[in-house]
């Protein structure tokens, strides 16, 4: 074997202390396909953005430094009267929810994902008479549930939605039963149990109009700590999980190996999406997050791949603690109303590139797990093999890859501070090679970008003509299902394998 030259700019630290090696072995075991990265539709008090595109616009789409896919949005309860606002241009409605219409078109424009979730049904529809959870001393302290004999107006109700949507150009992807179903709260909130939720899905999500709303996907109710028993007791019942598309839920003061591993096992096991709805790494903090806060972030995205998300949606898109500056004056300089912040360059590293890819099994020489000294992942898709490092300790390291294919070039992402962000340098490798060591700065994030050798390996070019399998899943290139697989897109097979492959619907 020739030697492995490895170029990678700023690396070398004069007072860096060189640690010993790591070494990680990226099996050939698939485990999901991961559809995408994003953040809802809104910053302070969830506050939709109305006629500000500039967060959306900076974060979503291939053509943008961030590579987001999914959009979060509020189906919100409240009612707006029967005022119309002229310059909104929108089909009347009784409840506010143009405010995310700018928003969504643009996403949806540039290729995206947008879904909606309720924090609460219509007041009258529920046991306290009101949008709000009831917990508080105005309330009455009255917990807010979906009357029973409401059940059945429900889905219709999501079906409004969505025709309000439609016919403001906007095709939603889905839509999900309830925002933190187990958490009691004094703002838009309903309760319900396990066996609540089993019983609204069971018995009357059928009217909910897949086929009039382009094949919409229902979404479970998202409880605040992923708690399994949510997910579990839909998937266990065979009605349920036959209505049910997407297992979802929040990491709020649960590690995503935890709860979510366990929602995840049980979801893997019928065939379903799992997506991380909502969380804020060191929410409302007092001061812009240094550098270990964004490495921990990076641990987060990191652990909720490893625990079998196949979606992560953070919280605000726009928040001094999230990816797009307020411009409020306490948290500046740094804090520039609509200018990008580090965090979203962090998110960057998995949503520009692991969007679309299959993740592989991995092992390491030193211990990973909840927010470890160092962690690490690994995806193909497509030419490319994708690996994730993340050190968070103050010495340097050589890491060592073994990989399940031989590489032929490949390319490195370095970011090691609020003010080095996604550097990019070159490996260069003399011929083929399977093992291969590179450099692991301290207190990074790396990723390692390889690019396969197809006559090594046995990958060919995709295909020019696929016959469709009805026991295959197909996603777009960014990762999005694809309800008529056409043209280029990743084909999911039932053994758990990916390719690319080319569907040719004039044949």
């Known amino acids: 074997m ?224 992923f708690n399994p028993e949510y997910s579990n007791m839909l998937l266990n019942d065979a009605v349920a999980r036959d209505q049910v598309d997407i297992i979802a839920g929040h990491i709020y003061g649960h590690p995503p190996l935890g709860d979510l591993k366990n929602a995840a096992t049980l979801a893997a096991k019928y065939g379903k999406e799992v997506w991380m709805t909502e969380h804020s790494v060191t929410d409302n903090i007092d001061h812009l997050p240094n550098w270990h806060e964004q490495l921990i972030f990076a641990e987060e995205l990191n652990e909720c791949m490893l625990a079998g998300c196949t979606g992560y949606i953070y919280w605000y898109m726009r928040a001094h603690w999230a990816f797009v500056g307020t411009g409020e004056s306490k948290y500046n300089p740094g804090n520039t109303k609509n200018k990008l912040l580090p965090r979203a360059y962090v998110m960057s590293h998995f949503s520009k590139h692991v969007t679309g890819s299959t993740r592989l099994s991995t092992t390491s020489s030193v211990n990973t797990g909840t927010n470890s000294a160092f962690e690490t992942s690994a995806y193909i898709k497509g030419d490319s093999l994708i690996v994730m490092a993340i050190d968070t300790t103050k010495y340097a390291h050589d890491l060592k890859l073994k990989l399940p294919v031989k590489v032929k070039s490949g390319v490195h992402l370095l970011s090691t501070s609020n003010e080095s962000l996604c550097k990019e340098s070159p490996i260069t490798i003399d011929e083929p090679v399977q093992e291969l060591t590179v450099s692991l700065p301290e207190r990074s994030f790396n990723t390692y970008i390889f690019m396969i050798d197809r006559d090594e390996t046995g990958i060919h070019q995709a295909q020019t003509t696929h016959a469709v399998s009805s026991k295959s899943k197909f996603y777009d290139l960014q990762g999005r299902p694809m309800t008529t697989p056409h043209g280029l897109c990743i084909e999911q097979r039932p053994d758990g394998s990916s390719k690319i492959v080319y569907i040719n619907h004039s044949r």
């Open 2 to 225: 020739k030697r492995i030259q490895i170029t990678l700019a700023a690396l070398v630290v004069a007072s860096a202390i060189h640690a010993g090696t790591i070494t990680v072995t990226v099996s050939d075991t698939r485990c999901q396909t991961i559809t995408g990265f994003g953040a809802a539709c809104c910053d302070g008090a969830m506050c939709p953005f109305g006629n500000d595109t500039a967060p959306v616009k900076l974060l979503y789409g291939p053509q943008s430094e961030i590579g987001l896919n999914i959009m979060r949005m509020e189906i919100s309860p409240n009612f707006i009267g029967d005022v119309v606002v002229p310059e909104w241009n929108y089909w009347d409605s009784p409840y506010d929810w143009k405010g995310s219409l700018p928003s969504a078109k643009i996403v949806k424009q540039r290729g995206g994902i947008v879904f909606g979730t309720p924090w609460s049904p219509p007041g009258e529809y529920k046991t306290n008479g009101t949008a709000q959870g009831g917990n508080a001393e105005d309330q009455g302290y009255q917990r807010g549930e979906l009357r029973a004999d409401c059940y059945d107006k429900f889905f219709p109700w999501l079906n409004t939605f969505l025709e309000y949507m439609k016919n403001n150009g906007v095709d939603v992807d889905a839509v999900s039963v309830q925002n933190e179903p187990d958490w009691w709260v004094n703002y838009s909130g309903c309760l319900y149990t396990p066996q609540q939720q089993l019983n609204l899905v069971k018995n009357y999500a059928h009217m909910l109009d897949r086929e009039k709303y382009n094949g919409v996907r229902l979404i479970s109710a998202e409880p605040l700590g």
